[in-house]
């Protein structure tokens, strides 16, 4: 069997490595493929990566478009690779090729996945020090920038009175579930 495993790591994931794009990439390298997406995984918990991992057997292959998308760290991704070549599972990056199991094999995964690391390590480097330059601006704010929802207190009151079900309300602001819940509690419900 064939299983490709897609996954964005934001909401707001760049074009190229949308869910989408990726399961096309993988569907048209191997239209039979199983494909396993990832709800958003911007944390370290994978569920279903994990699912896939203990699933596949000997003669199955792992698909992914980017080495990135497969494992966070070096360390991760040869734990990984380790694992699923005792299973006699294949590993397919598309943008790499098969991972074989040789010397010369083991040892180009172990430099790609530590310039991986290594790509990684950099950007949050950058993006640290861009975020310790904007907190010494004036007017900076941490966090989130506030989204007001101008018809909240009137649905909240609608909800209040049993006229609408939370979840309706919801819907019609087009707001998530936490977002109800958050919005309700600065408002002290």
């Known amino acids: 069997m ?24 993988i569907k048209e390298r191997y239209p039979s493929a199983s494909v396993i997406e990832e709800t958003y995984s911007g944390a ?16 199955d292959t792992v698909v992914v478009t980017k080495l990135d998308r497969f494992c966070r760290s070096t ?22 090729g098969l991972i074989e199991d040789t010397p010369i094999g083991n040892l180009m995964v172990t430099m790609l996945l530590a310039f991986a690391e290594f ?8 993006t ?17 920038r506030k989204i007001e929802v ?5 649905y909240l009151g609608k909800v209040q ?6 979840v309706e309300a919801m819907q019609a602001l087009n707001i998530s579930k ?10 002290n419900i």
């Not at 009175?161 to 939370?166: C, F, I, Y």
Request: charged share 35%; hydrophobic share 30%.
């Open 2 to 25: 064939i299983y490709g495993y897609v996954r964005i790591s934001t909401t707001k994931q760049e074009q190229g490595n949308s869910k989408e794009d990726q399961s096309n990439a």
């Open 44 to 59: 370290k918990e994978r569920p279903k990566f994990l699912k896939l991992l203990e699933s596949c057997s000997a003669g």
């Open 75 to 96: 360390k991760e991704g040869l734990e990984y690779i380790d694992y699923l070549k005792s299973k006699g599972v294949k590993i397919h990056i598309l943008n790499m």
């Open 119 to 126: 790509e990684r390590a950099i950007i949050k480097e950058r």
């Open 128 to 144: 640290d020090a861009g975020k310790a330059i904007a907190k010494q601006k004036p007017g900076y704010k941490d966090g989130r």
């Open 150 to 154: 101008p018809l909240f207190a009137e």
């Open 161 to 166: 009175n049993g006229e609408l079900m939370a």
């Open 178 to 187: 936490s977002k109800w819940y958050r919005l309700c509690s600065e408002v």
